[in-house]
């Protein structure tokens, strides 16, 4: 016994293009043919804002955290490193406050 499936056609496109589809196969009870339906998976994940790139990294905003990276090389000394550091915070802070208050307006 041969079925055909319906299929809709962005979902086979997608499966065309190689991507996993995941949905349900059944029976549909008003015309008896086999009806493939995907999930609708869509993501909502809301990206993070960068407030300012760094010399030696960045600061983001996400929705709960402000994210700071830092990132100095080790053959510069321990000291140095910690200057640098300090310094890159201190513009973080900076920029954070600054982003705040332009918010507010």
Request: charged fraction near 35%.
């Amino acid at each position: 016994m041969k079925k055909f499936i319906e299929i809709e056609e962005n979902v086979l496109v997608r499966l065309m293009e190689g991507k996993c589809v995941e949905g349900s196969l059944r029976v549909d009870e008003l015309t008896n043919k086999v009806v493939f339906r995907a999930y609708n998976r869509v993501s909502h994940r809301r990206k993070d804002r960068v407030i300012a790139y760094l010399e030696h990294g960045w600061i983001k905003e996400s929705s709960q955290r402000y994210k700071f990276y830092n990132s100095v090389r080790k053959d510069i000394g321990v000291t140095k490193v910690s200057v640098v550091m300090h310094r890159e915070l201190g513009t973080a802070m900076e920029e954070v406050k600054l982003d705040r208050m332009l918010s507010i307006l």
